[in-house]
């Protein structure tokens, strides 16, 4: 009889230890998936930034290409100061010229 008793204790004290190492493995298993979900949320927040950083480089080009349409506007209107102050000039001497 007393070893049908020690034969059960030895069998749930088995069972226990495997119920422990199972809980083991669950536990192992939801660090990992934490650990996988910090891995990614870790990208997602490292793709968000690459995309700032593209989106104010896109920024930075249009304010560029804002600029130099600037610049050219400006030189468009020199130019056509210029051509107009020869022109007048031009009028000018014709008309002194034409006087003398």
């Known amino acids: 009889m007393c070893s ?4 059960v204790v030895v069998f749930v004290v088995g069972v226990c230890r495997l ?3 199972v809980v083991l ?3 192992g298993v939801c ?4 650990q996988v979900v910090v891995f990614v949320v870790g990208v997602c927040r490292l793709l968000v930034q690459i995309v700032v950083f593209v989106v ?5 080009l249009v304010q560029v290409v804002v600029f130099v349409v600037g610049v050219c506007r400006l030189l ?8 107009g102050v020869c022109r007048l000039l031009v009028q000018v001497v014709v008309f002194s ?4």
């Open 56 to 60: 104010g480089v896109c920024r930075l």
């Open 25 to 27: 493995f669950v536990v």
């Open 19 to 21: 119920l422990v190492q």
């Open 97 to 100: 010229t034409t006087e003398l």
């Open 31 to 34: 660090r990992l998936l934490v």
């Open 4 to 7: 049908v008793l020690v034969q």
């Open 76 to 83: 468009v209107q020199v130019v056509v100061f210029v051509v």
